[in-house]
């Protein structure tokens, strides 16, 4: 039998873990993603799809494929970190080990902004 540790096996090829603001627009993108025979799940996925939607009809986009076997970033001792959102992109550009793109624009959404922010900053 499947042992908790590997609950990927019994993943579909696709699934989804959503992530939409305004929330409201969720379940509209889950109805349309299962529509098309994309497995969606908050716990157990393979994929994470971010949308934003912005004023005019205009959505932001991203995907990003999941696994387990992630590190976590060291941080300075100098940085105190203000929320998730800021150790979230340290992870990030240190696990891909890119540098941060010349003129980025960034969207520091959701209920605790200011993490994003202050990463960015610094």
Known sequence: G???RCWWRN???VCVRLSCSPTISKQ???EYLEGRGISCSPQHYNF??????LPGNRFCTGVAQ???DTG???LPPQL???SRAFLKLEEVFARWEQALPENIIALDAGSAPGGWRKWLVE
């Open 80 to 82: 105190s970190p203000v």
């Open 66 to 68: 999941w696994t387990r």
């Open 11 to 13: 993943l579909p090829p």
């Open 72 to 74: 976590k970033a060291q």
């Open 28 to 30: 509209l993108c889950l």
């Open 2 to 4: 499947c042992h908790r």
């Open 48 to 53: 994470v799809a971010s949308i934003v939607q």
